[in-house]
């Protein structure tokens, strides 16, 4: 990182809003969940709304498995599960819902926030997948 940078981001409350005008402003739906066994959902961004339907405010305090439905490959979700049980990160593609209950083809990363050793929040980046 550049030194002009670094000397940026040694500011708590610039650090804050640069990150606050990414994810707000990012093409990619963003997700954050707490960091608690039933993951429930605290941040979606707008492009979240526009990727699923859903504004933020409906999923506050609901979980991502409101994404999920018939068609979505339980072999992934359990790939998911298990990364989050070790503190890993998780990539993978799967089938989920829409609102209107439209499939649609889902990228995501999954990534921990650690203070130390703990993790404090998962941050989650989607976004469509087509098939070629």
Sequence with gaps: MSS???NIFQDADTSLNVLQ??????FDSILITDATK?????YANKAFKTLTGYAPSEVIG??????QGAATDRKV?????DSLKRGGQFEGKAINYKKNGTPFIMYWRVLPVKVGNQIKVWVAIQREGYVI
């Excluded at 005008?21 to 990012?26: E, F, G």
């Excluded at 609901?62 to 994404?67: D, E, G, N, S, V």
């Excluded at 979700?77 to 599960?81: E, G, K, N, P, W």
């Design 4 to 6: 002009l940078l670094e």
């Design 62 to 67: 609901k979980t991502p498995r409101i994404l």
């Design 21 to 26: 005008v990414l994810a707000t402003n990012t």
């Design 77 to 81: 979700i359990a790939r998911l599960t």
């Design 38 to 42: 039933d993951a429930k959902i605290v």
